[in-house]
């Protein structure tokens, strides 16, 4: 050994806080910094995750079930009886008004008759008998309002907290604060529609300016992860080669650019996809599950798109079983054609709703109940939200109902939230939110409570701001809480 006295560098070396400091600039910074972020504890991003969850959570996971199109709340979930006794009037009031396709007719009642469910007596329509069947486990919010009547910037205001696109939605902000409990497949799932994509399509899973490793991963049960299997002509051990062959690659540029935020993404994306070559294909595999499950989610019903939702809904189940963060399931696509493939029912509601009702009716139900049965829902929130509501009258010479966002109807049930609980109100017409008025913000913020998140305390440095998902808005809605 030596008796030169130790440069400055060497010094530097002994001392703890600097040596890991140059060893998060190195080959093996990579994985140091993947074993910090797992535990939520790197230091140096512009952001405020460190220290989750802020109190102690309700809920470990959360399923988004979203309804594309605007379902009427009128229809299903919001029982008016002033709308019986006055079919056929017009609206107090309503003589100039103008909605989103142009002029007003008559109040027009329900195509179906609404029923008391359960031992709580809820009122809910005919049009979903399954899930009224459920009304005894659910909390419902019927003071929804949206700021915009527009398909598109609805849903997205719904995703993500802002009417255009280019904001994280809700899902990548849980990722980005409380990551999975299970390394093998994504912390957030997106699941569209056995018939498409909803209308802003990506943008409703979208990372937005947090890193793009929180970005939805997008597949469902008939349409997997593309391109997880190696091609049948490469071996299993040139396989590996070539992706340790890349993976030093990836290392020595990061080790030049170490600040190529993008790249770091780009490369856990990566090691993740090759993970999931192992994960995905068994917990998309739903050939195990017994004949009761199957006969349960309608899996073999005659109905395509009722048995692809039905495969979608357990499909949720097994990823949430798995420890997936989140998952938003979409029901419902976009189609240029008004109430074609989602709710959107503006000319003919009755047909259009004896459509889709069922299709969505049974596979919820089923895995509402299921997550119940399997005590997954103690520590799962169930959301089900659409992004508005619809009108009381139908729009003149239709049979159908324009866009309402003054006024509409979003529930939870599980974990942390009230059973047979109903907040707020519209008016006796179902036309506006006159009790406990809620937006979108105070609906997130509740959400990110029940995980043990304070939403003004999520935030995240961009572009001269400390962004966050409910912007500078937002209240906890402390009735609906356990």
Known sequence: MSDRPLSLGGHRLLDRRRFLARLSSGMGGIALGALLAEQNLLAGEPTSAVGLPHHPAKAKRVVHLFCTGAVSHLDTWDYKPELLKRHGEPLPGGEKLRTFQGENG??????????????????????????????????????????????????????????????????????????????????????????????????????????????????????????????????????????????????????????DAELAARIASYELAARMQLGAPEVSDLSGESPATRKLYGLDDSNATLAGFGRNCLLARRLLERGVRFITLFNGAFAMGEGNLNWDGHRQIASDYNRHGPILDQPAAALLSDLKARGLLDDTLFVWTTEFGRMPTFQKGTNGRDHNPSGFTAWLAGAGVKKAFSFGSTDEFGHKAVDRVVDVHDFHATILHLLGIDHERLTYYHNGAHRRLTDVHGKVIRDLLT
């Open 106 to 259: 008559n109040l027009a009642r329900s195509p179906w008759a609404f029923q008391p469910r359960g031992e709580s007596g809820k009122m809910t329509s005919d049009l979903l008998p399954r899930l009224g069947q459920l009304a005894d486990e659910i909390c419902f919010v019927h003071s929804m309002t949206s700021k915009t009547n527009t398909h598109g910037p609805g849903e997205i205001f719904l995703s993500t907290g802002f009417t255009s696109e280019g904001y994280p939605s809700l899902g990548s902000w849980v990722s980005y604060a409380l990551g999975t409990e299970n390394h093998d497949l994504p912390a957030y799932v997106a699941i569209p529609d056995p018939r498409g994509v909803p209308q802003q399509g990506p943008a409703n899973w979208a990372a937005g300016f947090l890193p793009a490793m929180h970005q939805g991963t997008a597949f469902n049960a008939d349409k997997p992860i593309p391109h997880l299997n190696r091609p049948g002509s490469l071996s299993e051990a040139d396989d590996r080669a070539s992706r340790d062959f890349l993976k030093k690659l990836n290392d020595d540029h990061l080790q030049r650019h170490p600040g």
